[in-house]
């Protein structure tokens, strides 16, 4: 199996604020490493696909990056929105983990 | 747009079969460029990939599951299922349908809004 960890699992910022959350797999995973977002009582949504591929619709404050064991997801500049439980995933090999989540808290 | 909808009981005995359906609107789940999934979450946690089937029958399975799960496809219907035997308390959770694109990477692209599963007496 190929574990996925995220850090930090939870972040407090501002609206406004830059973040940055890490996500770093067990052994390399090339660039199948997927993003997504999830609020309360809804279903994970896309964000990132093949590490740095901007899902259709997403807003671009959203990047990410990283290849290999090391990725991350940026937003540039929070908005109230924003804040939810964001999680990394690996397609390399089965199963298909994903990260425990970071969960962004309002400051 | 492919849209996504989970059916099935919402409480289940322990020792007992989980039976879930994935009804499939926008789309066929005979489309060869998608591969069907279930995804699960269980209170406060995180998510777990249960596995997939392809229009052609092929599955994959998390190992972790493997003996317990089978995915099948009803294409009469345009519905996908998942069976899951000899439930436990760790088996609550929310169940989710979702597809899976090759052409992203392998990403979960379409999700269904989720079905809660609680495993009780």
């Known amino acids: 199996d190929i574990q996925m960890t995220q850090s930090p699992s939870f972040l407090s910022a501002s609206v406004g604020d830059r973040v940055t959350i890490t996500c770093r797999a067990g052994?390399?995973?090339?660039?199948?490493l997927h993003w997504y977002q999830q609020k309360p009582g809804k279903a994970p949504k896309l964000l990132i696909y093949?590490?740095?591929s901007l899902q259709s619709g997403v807003p671009s404050r959203f990047s990410g990056s990283g290849s290999g064991t090391d990725f991350t997801l940026t937003i540039s500049s929070l908005h109230p929105e924003d804040f939810a439980t964001y999680y990394c995933?690996?397609?390399?090999?089965?199963?298909?983990?994903f990260g425990q989540g970071t969960k962004l808290e309002i400051k | 747009q492919v849209q996504l909808q989970e059916s099935g009981p919402g409480l289940v005995k322990p020792s007992e079969t989980l039976s879930l359906r994935c009804s499939v609107s926008?789309?066929?789940?005979?489309?060869?460029?998608?591969?069907w999934s279930w995804i699960r979450q269980p209170p406060g946690k995180g998510l777990e990939w249960i596995g997939y089937?392809?229009?052609?029958?092929?599955?994959n399975y998390n190992p972790s599951l493997k003996s317990r799960v089978s995915i099948s496809l009803d294409t009469s219907k345009n519905q996908f299922s998942l069976k899951m035997s000899s439930v436990t308390a760790a088996d609550t959770a929310v169940y989710y349908c979702?597809?899976?694109?090759?052409?992203?990477?392998?990403?979960?692209?379409?999700w269904g809004q989720g079905t809660r599963v609680t495993v009780s007496s």
């Open positions: 979702a597809i899976l694109r090759p052409d992203y990477s392998d990403a979960f692209d379409v």
């Open positions: 926008g789309g066929s789940v005979s489309n060869d460029n998608y591969y």
């Open positions: 089937i392809y229009y052609s029958g092929f599955t």
């Open positions: 052994q390399s995973i090339s660039n199948f």
């Open positions: 093949a590490a740095s």
């Open positions: 995933q690996q397609s390399y090999s089965t199963p298909r983990h």
